[in-house]
T-cell receptor, first 113, second 112 residues
Framework: EAGVAQSPRYKIIEKRQSVAFWCNPISGHATLYWYQQILGQGPKLLIQ????????DSQLPKDRFSAERLKGVDSTLKIQPAKLEDSAVYLCASSFGQGAEAFFGQGTRLTVV | GQQLNQSPQSMFIQEGEDVSMNCTSSSIFNTWLWYKQDPGEGPVLLIA?????ELTSNGRLTAQFGITRKDSFLNISASIPSDVGIYFCASLGETSGSRLTFGEGTQLTVNP
C-alpha cells in the first residue's frame, strides 16, 4: 500500500514570496492533516480535514496560510506571503477516520531567506 | 488547549540498555500514539493504544495507556544503534474531531 506522498521535498524562497505544498493521502483515508514542525519541536497542527470539510483550523494563521481539499483526496497548503519564521518542515498525514492512527508523509522542508 | 508534557527531553545510553520515556497531561484522552522520527523523515507510527490500562508490545517496544487516561509510557528494551532518533507521543481527546496533539519529543542517542 502506498504511503502519504508529499511534494516538493525541499523549497527555498525569499520572504514575501508565495509557496504551495501538495499532499496525496493514503487511498481511502478520509481524514487529512497538515502539521508545521519547527526544528527541535513537536509537530503542530495547522489544519484538519474530514473528506473535503475543515474540522479544525484554529491554529492556522489565516492571514497568510490557506489550505484546500476540493475533492476529498489531494490537498494543497499555501503560504502567501512567506515570513522568515515560516521556515519549518510541513508534514501531511492521513487517517482512516477521526480517532484512528495517523500516517505521515516525508514532509516538505521550507527555508525562507 | 490540550498540552502534552514529554520527558525526558533527551537521553544518552549505551547499546544494550533499556530505555523508558513518558507523556503526561492534565487532560483525558481516548487514544495514545507513539511515533519515531529519523532526520529528514516524517514520524513513523510505532504503537497505538486505545484503552485505559492497555499494554501493547511491538518487538522490543512496549507502551502502556495509563489508567487515569492522562498519561502513557514507552519502553525500549536492549537498545541498538538504529534506535537513535526522536520519539514523540501524540494523543486524541474525548470529543469528536479533537486535535491530534504531539509532545515535544525525546531525543535518544545510543552509544555502541
Amino acid at each position: 500500500e502506498a504511503g502519504v506522498a508529499q511534494s516538493p521535498r525541499y523549497k527555498i524562497i525569499e520572504k514575501r514570496q508565495s509557496v504551495a505544498f501538495w499532499c496525496n493521502p493514503i487511498s481511502g483515508h478520509a481524514t487529512l492533516y497538515w502539521y508545521q514542525q519547527i526544528l527541535g519541536q513537536g509537530p503542530k497542527l495547522l489544519i484538519q480535514f474530514q473528506n473535503n470539510g475543515v474540522v479544525d483550523d484554529s491554529q492556522l494563521p489565516k492571514d497568510r496560510f490557506s489550505a484546500e481539499r476540493l475533492k476529498g483526496v489531494d490537498s494543497t497548503l499555501k503560504i502567501q506571503p512567506a515570513k522568515l519564521e515560516d521556515s519549518a518542515v510541513y508534514l501531511c498525514a492521513s487517517s482512516f477516520g477521526q480517532g484512528a492512527e495517523a500516517f505521515f508523509g516525508q514532509g516538505t522542508r521550507l527555508t525562507v531567506v | 488547549g490540550q498540552q502534552l508534557n514529554q520527558s525526558p527531553q533527551s537521553m544518552f545510553i549505551q547499546e544494550g540498555e533499556d530505555v523508558s520515556m513518558n507523556c503526561t497531561s492534565s487532560s483525558i484522552f481516548n487514544t495514545w500514539l507513539w511515533y519515531k522520527q529519523d532526520p529528514g523523515e516524517g514520524p513513523v507510527l510505532l504503537i497505538a493504544l486505545y484503552k485505559a490500562g492497555e499494554l501493547t508490545s511491538n518487538g522490543r517496544l512496549t507502551a502502556q495507556f495509563g489508567i487515569t487516561r492522562k498519561d502513557s509510557f514507552l519502553n525500549i528494551s536492549a537498545s541498538i544503534p538504529s534506535d537513535v532518533g526522536i520519539y514523540f507521543c501524540a494523543s486524541l481527546g474525548e470529543t469528536s474531531g479533537s486535535r491530534l496533539t504531539f509532545g515535544e519529543g525525546t531525543q535518544l542517542t545510543v552509544n555502541p
